[in-house]
C-alpha cells in the first residue's frame, strides 16, 4: 500500500496488506474538503458526524478507504493526529495522482459532500509518520516533557513533493527536541539553483545518517547505549528501505522497524 507513490497494477491494496490487523467497524465519513498540497497530491478532510467519534487510531495508522461505485478500495494513510480525530471528528488524507481506480477517483471526482466508508487498519508514508510527529508535539504542548530527541530525514524527488514542509518547520521552530533535514533526489533539481538551505540534493547517505545521529540526537554511535537508546522507524520503497536499513546495522543500531510501500 502506499499513499505517496504510483500503485502497482498488479495487486490491490486488499491483496497487498491481507494479512495485517484491520477493526472491524466499517464508518461512513463525509469529505468536507478537497484541496492541492503539490501538483500530485491532493489533500482530503473526513468527517464523522456522530457523537461521541465512533472511532480512534495510533498515529502511523492507514484507512481502508470504500467509494461508491468504485470496485477497488484505497489504502491510505491518516496524516492528522489521534487527537484531532477525537476533538473534531475529522481526520486528514493526502493522495497522490495515479491511474489507481480509487486515487483517480479522488483527482477527478471527488468533491465536498461525497461520502466514503472507511475502515482503521496499519500505515506507511510519510503521512503516518507527520501523524506521529504531531502527536508528539502536541504531547509536549500540553504536558510541557520534554521527550527524547527526534529526527525526522524526509526525502523527496521536487520541493514540490515536500509535502508539510511548512507545518514540519513551524514544529521545529517551536521544539528544541525536534528537528528535520530534507533531502532532493531529482538529478534536475540543482538546475532549479534550490534555494531552500535545509535542503540537501541527493539521496540519504551513511554520512547524513552519522550526522544526524551524533549532531541532533547526540548519539555516540557504535556503543551499546546507543543500541538500547535509539529507534528508528522507516517508510518508503523496498530499495530505500534495504539500503538504510543496512546503513544503520552497519552503526550498530538493531531497533529498526520498518513498513515498505509498493
Not at 500540553?142 to 513533493?161: F, P, Q, R, W
Request: some cysteine.
Amino acid at each position: 500500500m502506499t499513499d505517496i507513490g504510483k500503485e502497482s497494477p498488479k495487486y490491490d491494496h486488499i491483496q497487498r496488506t491481507g494479512n495485517q490487523q484491520r477493526e472491524p467497524e466499517i464508518i461512513s465519513m463525509q469529505i468536507v474538503s478537497v484541496s492541492n498540497v503539490s501538483p500530485t497530491v491532493k489533500h482530503l478532510i473526513l468527517l464523522t458526524t456522530e457523537n461521541p467519534v465512533p472511532i480512534s487510531f495510533k498515529a502511523g495508522q492507514w484507512v481502508d478507504m470504500m467509494i461508491p461505485g468504485v470496485d477497488t478500495v484505497g489504502g491510505y494513510s491518516i496524516c492528522s493526529s489521534p487527537a484531532h480525530l477525537r476533538e473534531t471528528g475529522e481526520f486528514s488524507l493526502c493522495v497522490k495522482n495515479s491511474d489507481h481506480p480509487p486515487a483517480h477517483w479522488v483527482h477527478n471526482e471527488c468533491k465536498p459532500g461525497c461520502t466514503v466508508s472507511i475502515r482503521i487498519g496499519g500505515g506507511v508514508g510519510i503521512n503516518p509518520l507527520f501523524s506521529i510527529i504531531t502527536q508528539l508535539n502536541e504531547h509536549q504542548k500540553s504536558v510541557g516533557n520534554h521527550i527524547a530527541k527526534y529526527c525526522l530525514m524526509y526525502s523527496a524527488k521536487t520541493e514540490d513533493e515536500l509535502l508539510f514542509k511548512d507545518s514540519l518547520d513551524q514544529i521545529a521552530s517551536q521544539d528544541q527536541t525536534f528537528s528535520v533535514q530534507y533531502f532532493l533526489t531529482d538529478n534536475e533539481v540543482e538546475v532549479k539553483k534550490c534555494h531552500q538551505e535545509d535542503v540537501k540534493l541527493g539521496r540519504i547517505t551513511k554520512a547524513d545518517i552519522e550526522s544526524c545521529l551524533t549532531n541532533n540526537l547526540n548519539v555516540n554511535v557504535g556503543s551499546e547505549e546507543a543500541n538500547k537508546q535509539t529507534i528508528v522507524y522507516l517508510c518508503g520503497p523496498p530499495p530505500m528501505i534495504e539500503q538504510v536499513r543496512e546503513i544503520f546495522s552497519a552503526l550498530g543500531i538493531e531497533k529498526v522497524f520498518y513498513e515498505k510501500w509498493w
